[in-house]
């Protein structure tokens, strides 16, 4: 159980395009979904909290028309990356939480990453 | 910023050998979470100890916790080539509203 997917697992394109991510929750729901981005050999940096049916919460530095979230619902986010230049080129890593239940603590499940390459 | 460091960053043994992870933080939190991560790929959650425990077990891993420290390890026993990966510690900190902050990461490399 507990699964996340991502699609697509990897995509290239040329600079000035723009590049949707689709991050999903195959068998829990969850209102809360983030986004983070990686660079090689570096940790996770939250990028935005997505929360089903609302707007999402950008962290500091973060441009919000940049990287557009939609949560339309509880098994759904997306990151549009618009108008990619080569430094958007990353790794980057979506995670749900699942509806709170008794006995869990904010565990979070990761998807497998999107690796975006701009041209 | 990064709450979390992680030491060492890189780590290097023999196959059967035990590896020793070191996480520190800076705030109270609610939870400490271990993440593995095999090279460009997702991550997979290990184990969470919550802020009032002090040790968890999950088969050949130990968690350890001491908040007056704020710090955390992680103890992988017995140790095999398939446990090179990245080991990421993250925290739920009580102000955080559910987002975690991640640590640097540790490069694990088992040596068969």
């Known amino acids: 159980g507990a699964v996340v997917s991502q699609h697509p697992s990897r995509v290239i394109c040329k600079s000035g395009t723009s590049v949707k991510i689709e991050c999903r929750s195959l068998d829990f729901q969850a209102t809360t979904m983030f986004w983070y981005r990686q660079f090689p050999k570096k940790s996770l940096m939250l990028m935005a909290t997505s929360n089903e049916g609302s707007k999402a919460t950008y962290e500091q530095g973060v441009e919000k028309d940049k990287f557009l979230i939609n949560h339309a619902s509880l098994t759904l986010s997306t990151l549009t990356v618009t108008s990619a230049h080569p430094e958007d080129s990353s790794f980057y890593i979506c995670s749900a939480k699942p509806l709170p239940t008794s006995g869990t603590y904010n565990e979070q499940f990761f998807g497998p990453g999107t690796r975006l390459t701009v041209l | 910023s990064q709450q979390g460091e992680e030491d060492p960053q890189a780590l290097s043994i023999q196959e059967g050998e035990n590896a020793t992870m070191n996480c520190s933080y800076k705030t109270s939190i609610n939870n400490l979470q271990w993440y593995r991560q095999n090279s460009g790929r997702g991550l997979v959650h290990l184990i969470l100890?919550?802020?009032?425990?002090r040790e968890k077990h999950s088969g050949r891993l130990r968690v350890t916790l001491d908040t007056s420290k704020k710090s955390s390890s992680l103890l992988i026993t017995a140790s095999r080539a398939a446990d090179t990966a990245s080991y990421f510690c993250?925290?739920?900190?009580?102000?955080?509203?559910?987002?975690?902050?991640f640590g640097e990461g540790t490069q694990l490399t088992v040596n068969p």
């Open positions: 100890i919550r802020s009032n425990e």
């Open positions: 993250a925290t739920d900190a009580e102000t955080s509203g559910s987002r975690l902050t």
